[in-house]
């Protein structure tokens, strides 16, 4: 049945564009279609992301629809909240143990149902990316198709070509890394090194927990992490042995770097006296919001300077407002779409940290920002001319083919391409991965055959720097 005017839902052989996200032009897009016809089929490499390590350890069947495109994606329930569906009736749990829906099926027809919320998001791109390529499952979402698909999807489930490993070979991925606590004992990933399957699995360090003093059990926290590193983490020399101790432990799991995400991208530069006293009043649960921001912003220097010892890349990405409602969290807990961007300083905040280490050709240092008016103003200038800082790229509310063009047209002027990373996806939304990925391969293929048609460059160099965003700057910037 084709589509009505009305928007009736109908199924087509291939509903995605095969010039879809190009450049209107017909000079400039037939650039664009040849410049990425040369890196689609490209390894992906998946250098920061949020995927479970579980799945690829057990390698058990996805449960079911709901629970693979659903019930773990903020980036789709937030959506639906905002216009007033319950996140329990999205199968979302409540830390009482309340009522959450457990139906899968009636899940995703309340999600399909409301499918029309995601027109014109990057989410609806990346389900549709998903459906058809992963799935093939051609039709349109929609309370009329809600069965229909579930029932399709669910089937190809069953199905040991979608178990995860297989569809990390699928996908071409070459490396994916996790992100977990340092107080993880890294069981899912022991498993995946000891067993016979040869995907690359690696772990990175993130260690809000411990190095945050309102991170929530603060105090406890570092009890464990000095237990698990074998240090009496509670002095301040035994603390950082303990991080030392817990990086290398992360390592021999394959890990190349280190992931903090604070509030915003202060950095400090304090005396180990001065350390030591925030530390103990850290623990003490009696730092002022100020102190507690000192204290963070010294940590990230301690990491660094850590980082020029045992070669971990150094990704810093703040400025995002974490659980903004409080009802939220105190009923949902962590992470449920609640995290809001802020305006974030990086001139003066970051000033600390490069006074003392930002001139060390050795230490690579990855900036992320949620605000893009820094993108000109501050963070292309620093990365154009300190050895150490790297442009992550266009992150999380701009993670979309507008925010990824802004994102090259702001900062190439003053940070040229090869200051940049490259793409990563920053997902837990496993089937998303190679949506994503091409996303950000058509985006950067129609910017630079913009530039090849505009006489900035020649073409020669521009399948050569699209090999390089896709694939060559992430492997070299993360050390993969």
């Excluded at 890394?177 to 067993?195: F, G, N, Q, V």
């Excluded at 915003?264 to 006296?273: H, I, K, P, Q, W």
Aim: glycine share 8%.
């Amino acid at each position: 049945m084709a589509l009505g005017k009305a928007g009736t839902p109908g199924t087509s052989e291939n509903r995605l564009s095969p010039d879809r996200l190009f450049p209107v032009e017909p000079e400039v897009r037939a650039i664009a279609r040849d410049l990425y016809d040369s890196v689609k089929s490209l390894p992906i490499v998946s250098p920061h992301g949020h995927t479970d390590p579980r799945w690829f350890a057990e390698n058990d069947a996805f449960p079911d629809p709901s629970q693979l495109f659903i019930v773990p994606d903020h980036y789709v329930f937030r959506m639906l909240f905002s216009q007033g569906i319950d996140l329990s009736a999205l199968g979302v749990a409540r830390l009482d143990g309340g009522w959450s829906e457990t139906d899968s099926r009636k899940i995703w027809r309340v999600f399909a149902e409301n499918f029309h919320l995601l027109r014109a998001t990057p989410s609806r791109m990346w389900l549709d990316h998903s459906f058809q390529e992963v799935f093939g499952w051609t039709g349109r979402l929609s309370a009329e198709t809600a069965d229909e698909a579930y029932d399709h999807i669910a089937d190809c489930l069953t199905r040991p070509d979608f178990r995860p490993r297989a569809l990390f070979e699928r996908f071409n991925i070459e490396v994916i890394a996790t992100t977990e606590s340092p107080l993880d004992d890294l069981k899912w990933h022991r498993m995946t090194r000891d067993s016979s399957w040869s995907g690359r699995v690696v772990t990175a360090y993130r260690p809000d927990a411990v190095v945050d003093p309102e991170f929530e059990g603060f105090a406890e926290n570092v009890e464990t992490f000095g237990g698990l590193a074998g240090e009496d983490a509670t002095t301040w020399q035994g603390y950082l042995r303990a991080h030392r101790a817990r990086r290398a432990y992360f390592k021999s799991f394959g890990a190349t770097s280190s992931d903090h995400g604070h509030p915003n991208a202060r950095t400090e530069n304090l005396s180990a006296a001065k350390a030591e006293d925030l530390f103990q009043k850290a623990l003490g649960g009696t730092c002022t919001p100020d102190e507690a921001d000192a204290f963070r912003g010294h940590m990230l220097t301690e990491m660094a300077r850590m980082s020029l010892d045992d070669g971990l890349v150094l990704q810093i990405h703040p400025g995002s407002f974490r659980n903004h409602s409080g009802q939220v969290l105190s009923t949902f807990g962590r992470d449920k779409g609640f995290d809001i961007p802020t305006r974030t300083d990086y001139v003066r905040a970051l000033k600390p940290m490069l006074d003392a280490v930002g001139l060390e050709k050795d230490l690579s240092i990855i900036l992320f920002t949620l605000d893009e008016t820094a993108y000109a103003r501050e963070l292309a200038p620093l990365a154009g001319v300190y050895p150490t800082l790297k442009l992550g790229p266009a992150w999380w509310f701009h993670d979309s083919p507008e925010g990824m063009r802004r994102f090259r047209e702001q900062t190439t002027e003053t940070a040229g391409f090869y200051n940049t990373v490259g793409f990563n996806d920053d997902t837990r939304a496993f089937s998303s991965i190679p949506a994503r990925h091409d996303v950000a391969r058509r985006v950067d293929c129609g910017y630079l055959a913009s530039l090849v048609r505009t006489g900035r460059f020649d073409e020669d160099e521009a399948y050569e720097v699209a090999q390089d965003l896709s694939y060559r700057l992430v492997k070299q910037a993360y050390r993969l």
